[in-house]
C-alpha cells in the first residue's frame, strides 16, 4: 500500500509548482488581505508531543465559506533525540515543499507571510479536512526527516486564537533572527546552501552566511549549521567559502564553484553585497525587495506586506515579478528583513547612505539599525507619493545621495542617430514578429507553459 493511498487526491513532487487561482480556489487561507496569519514549528521535549495528534481549534474547510480568504496559523511541535532549536527554521521552512506536493493545494511565501489555497477540486475529490493535511504532512516530515521522532499539528482558524499566536511566533522569529547578530562572515569557514526553491526557480540557489540572512527571512546560518548536520542528504548544505576574491562586493572562490554546479551552469559569480553586477539570485519568495531608482540614483525598499504603489509607482507584486526566478537583475534584488540588519546590507553600493524610500511599517522594524544620521533622511510613503516629492525631500533633508547628483556630470545630449535595422530573408511562409526588427537577438520567457513539440532539433550554429 502506498504511502497516500487513502488521501483522495494525489500527492508527490509533481504537484509541486501548482498554481492555483482565485477562481478556482475553495479556500484561501492567510494571504496578503489577513493580517493574522503565520505557520510556526517549535522543538520541544519528548514528554511534550503526542506523535501523529492533530487539532483543528476553529472551524474545519467546510466551515469556511467557499472563495474567502481567513485568518489561519499552523503550529507544529517537534521532539527528538536530535532535535534541537537550531532545527526549527528549517523544518518549518519545509512546510512550504510538502505542502505543495498536495494535488489542489498551494503554499507560498513563510512565516507571518504565508497565503495557501485549496483548489474547488481536490476539495470536491473529498480533500475536505485539515486532518488529512495533518495526515500528509505528518507521513512527509516522519520519511523526509528520520530525526524527527515525534511531531504533532495544530491547524487554527478560529480569529482570536490565531491572532493570539501571530503575536507569540512574532517573537519567535525575532529571537532567533538575533542569534547570528554580531557574528561576522569573515569568522566563519563555510557557509551554507539551500537549494530549497529549485522547484519554482531552478538557477536559483541562496548562499546563507552570518550576515547574509536566506532570502524567505526563514534560515539563518545556525540553522543551516543544525540541518546539514543532521540531514546531510538534503537541500541544505555546506559551502566552503574558499579564497576571497572582494571583500567589498562579498565575492568567494568557493561560493562561485557551488553555484555554478547547483545552477547547472547557467549562473558563474556571484557577489554577496550587491545589487548590481553578479548579486545574490532571487527565487520568489524574499520578504522584499530592493530597487534601484535611477531617477535619484538611490534605492527603495518594500515587503511584501506592503498594500500601495511605492514611491515609482510599482507595487510590490509588480517589483517581485521584475526580480524573482532565479536571475540576476541589475538593481532589483530580493532581500529578506534580517539582511537589512547587517552591516553587510549592500554594503558595495553604498549600504544605508544609498537607501532613499521605504514602507513605514518596515522601517519602523528595522529602524534600530538604521545609521542615526541616515534614518530621517529616508523618506516612506507618510512623506512622498511620487518621484518628484522624493527629490525635493532628499534635498530638503540633505540625503549623502544628494552629494552624488552634484558630483555626477551633466552629459551633453547627442542628436538621435538613425539607427537601421537589420534585414533578413525569411523562408516562404514565415513572417517575421511585427515591431521587433528581424535578425536581431530576441528572448522569450514563458511562465507557467506547457510547450508540445513532435521533434526537437538542436543545431550547433559555428561561427556565432
Ligand atoms: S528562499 Fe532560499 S533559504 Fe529560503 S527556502 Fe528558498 S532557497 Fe531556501
Redesign the pocket.
Known amino acids: 500500500m502506498s504511502m497516500f493511498e487513502d488521501i483522495p487526491v494525489g500527492v508527490g513532487i509533481i504537484y509541486e509548482g501548482e498554481r492555483i487561482r482565485g477562481r478556482e480556489m475553495q479556500v484561501e487561507l492567510g494571504g496578503p488581505r489577513e493580517q493574522y496569519k503565520f505557520e510556526l514549528v517549535q522543538a520541544r521535549g519528548m514528554d511534550e508531543v503526542e506523535d501523529g495528534k492533530i487539532t483543528i481549534i476553529g472551524p474545519d474547510i467546510p466551515g469556511l465559506k467557499q472563495g474567502t480568504n481567513n485568518p489561519f496559523g499552523l503550529l507544529v511541535e517537534v521532539a527528538g533525540r536530535e532535535v534541537e532549536k537550531d532545527l526549527e527554521g528549517v523544518i518549518e ?1 519545509r512546510i ?1 515543499e510538502y505542502l505543495n506536493f498536495i494535488e489542489g493545494f498551494m503554499h507560498l511565501n ?1 512565516r507571518y507571510d504565508i497565503q495557501l489555497r485549496l483548489s474547488k477540486k481536490s476539495y470536491e475529490r473529498g480533500l475536505n479536512s485539515f486532518n488529512l493535511i495533518g495526515k500528509i504532512l505528518y507521513r512527509l516530515f516522519k520519511s523526509e526527516m528520520p530525526f524527527i521522532e515525534k511531531i504533532q499539528f495544530t491547524f487554527i482558524t478560529d480569529p482570536p486564537t490565531v491572532k493570539e499566536w501571530y503575536e507569540k511566533a512574532m517573537r519567535v522569529y525575532e529571537e532567533r533572527d538575533a542569534r547570528a547578530r554580531g557574528m561576522s562572515d569573515d569568522e566563519v569557514e563555510v557557509f551554507y546552501g ?4 529549485q522547484s519554482f526557480a531552478p538557477t ?3 548562499v ?1 552566511t552570518p550576515q547574509r540572512y ?3 527571512g ?2 539563518s546560518w545556525f540553522d543551516g549549521r543544525a540541518t546539514a548536520k543532521v540531514d546531510p542528504k538534503g ?1 541544505v548544505f555546506e559551502i566552503p567559502k574558499g579564497a576571497l576574491i572582494d571583500p567589498v562586493k562579498g565575492e568567494y572562490e568557493g561560493v562561485n564553484r557551488t553555484i555554478q554546479v547547483k545552477s547547472l551552469g547557467e549562473i558563474q559569480r556571484v557577489q554577496l553585497y550587491t545589487a548590481f553586477g553578479y548579486p545574490h539570485t532571487s ?1 520568489g ?2 520578504e522584499g525587495v530592493a530597487f534601484y531608482i535611477p531617477e535619484v540614483d538611490g534605492f527603495g525598499l518594500v515587503h511584501r506586506g506592503f498594500k500601495g504603489q511605492t514611491v515609482n509607482g510599482l507595487d510590490f507584486v509588480t517589483l517581485s515579478d521584475l526580480t524573482a526566478g532565479g536571475r540576476q537583475v541589475d538593481g532589483f534584488h530580493g532581500v529578506s528583513i534580517e539582511y537589512m540588519r547587517s552591516p553587510k546590507f549592500l554594503q558595495a553600493d553604498g549600504g544605508w547612505s544609498r537607501i532613499v524610500w521605504m514602507p513605514s511599517e518596515i522601517k519602523e522594524r528595522v529602524k534600530d539599525f538604521i545609521p542615526t544620521d541616515i534614518v530621517d533622511k529616508i523618506a516612506t510613503e507618510k512623506e512622498v507619493a511620487n518621484l518628484e516629492g522624493l527629490r525635493s525631500f532628499l534635498k530638503e533633508r540633505g540625503h549623502p545621495i544628494v552629494e552624488r547628483w552634484i558630483e555626477a556630470k551633466p552629459v551633453e545630449a547627442e542628436a538621435p542617430k538613425e539607427v537601421v535595422a537589420p534585414t533578413l530573408e525569411l523562408p516562404p511562409g514565415m513572417v517575421p514578429i511585427q515591431g521587433i526588427p528581424a535578425g536581431m537577438g530576441l528572448k522569450i520567457i514563458l511562465k507557467n507553459a506547457k510547450i508540445r513539440a513532435e521533434r526537437m532539433i538542436i543545431r550547433v550554429e559555428r561561427g556565432k
Do not use: V
Open positions: 521552512r512550504h513563510q539551500c537549494s530549497l526553491c536559483h540557489l541562496c546563507i536566506a532570502n524567505c526563514a534560515i537541500p527565487c519568495c524574499f
